[in-house]
């Protein structure tokens, strides 16, 4: 299973832009997002991809018109639904309490309020096929950028998640564990209307007792001191704090972070919405749950190296929970403790023994590489530039230091005699015309272009004077170097969009 956080799609609420500079952030972010998941989506293959929220980024604010033109950019442009999803449709969608009956076709008991459209597939043969045919399950989580955050939660705005996306709370199970989706940004709200369907899923989830490894995920990382360290794979200095804006706050507060872990007693959990990596254990009775942070799969969202997950599930013989004991701290591999406890050390990470492992994986530092374009560009300006402004010198020494071609009277000569000159025989003014364009080592090239001789009748009869000429010829430059280079960019820009 391949988890992603966070794609974020750039829009008109990201930056305030609009116009070309939007259209061309929307199009280098969804090209880099595209190429990405192509990529990983092909050579990894994974059975289900999850989406952990914010999927777009003006989503919760945004008319019917934007919504609907980012959501065809997030299905078609980016994460090519059409092509390499196995359900068009989400996998758990809301359903009216009396359209829901215990013997209808892929029904799910989740609070009574879920329908599932259609059956996950379980047996390996299934998954296998549809990993030959290309495809893969798709899941998702509702973030804050989608539709808002507690007390502030846009109701219009989650009827349309749910609409296109599916539910917000819903358990599946597969390989042999039970993935459970968990809205905390509904949770994290006093107002009972707007909490009371993630509460009735929560509180149902908690009078069940797994039978089966359980894995949450949530947008929002679970409570945490703001001394806890993330581990050395974070990009960023600044650790996750309890701290909060408007729609948004960095971590779901301390108690519910607790009734979660006791309801859900998940083994693993997933979370979002911070865009770095952080990896943190969690203390749950006698034991230990791990939470990963994942970090934004764009790289226009704050950090410079984005990723995603790749998770295993690894369950044969049907264990119903993982243990992850407490070890040295000096040991580098374990995972910090999100809040202070009796037991001093830190945790294990998943090992061979778990039913489950997951790997962090780094996406191109896409920013790096447009440093490395602006700096090979400025290196090619900085060349032409002394080159021809050594040109220009060179060409003076042999004008007696005279205007630039001031000495040529006349454009008309014969190979015999230069016209107008009384010092110089035709070989030698054809030789010194060729040195004045082109540098002492390139005697004996071409004559210059038609463009160039236009460029020296025009100064010759005083209409420029030597640093216009001298700015018009690197201009000439960087336009024969344009004339090729830019075709050459957009054949390869077209290709990556097939």
Known sequence: MAIIADPQLTDWFSYGQS???LMLVETY?????????RRLHKSLQPDAVLFLGDLNDGGRGSNKEVFDKNTGRFFERIFDTRAS???????????????VTTD?????????????RMDVPLDSLTREWIRTQGKSIRLYVAGNHDVGFGNTLIRPSMVRYKQTFGSVNYEVKVGNHSLVVLDTLALSADNPEIREESQQF???IGEERPTLPRILFTHVPLFRLDTTYCGDARETKQLILNRGGEQYWNMVNSSLSQETLHAVRPDMIFSGDDHDWCEIAHPLDESFTPEVTLPTFSFAQGIQQPGFVMLSLYNPDR??????PVIPTSTPSGLPVSI???????VARPSTDATFAYEACMLPNQLQIYKVYGLLFGCTLSLILIRRYRWIMR???????GPLLGKWKDTSYTDTEPQGSTTATAPQYQQLRQQDWFGDEDVGGSPPSPDLTSLENSYRNGQRNKWSFYWKVVAWDMWHIARFAVPLYLLLFAFTML
């Open 104 to 116: 209808a076709p892929y029904a799910v008991n989740i609070t009574g309020r879920y329908q599932q």
């Open 340 to 346: 202070t406890h009796e037991s001093s050390g830190t």
């Open 202 to 204: 929560l509180t149902q």
């Open 319 to 324: 264990k119903a929970r993982n243990q992850f």
């Open 395 to 401: 060409g003076r020494r042999y004008l007696e230091g």
């Open 85 to 99: 999803a196995w359900n068009q449709a989400p996998i758990v969608q809301d359903a009216e309490e009396s359209a």
């Open 19 to 21: 116009g070309l500079l």
């Open 29 to 37: 972010t969804d090209l880099y997002m595209r190429r990405s998941f």
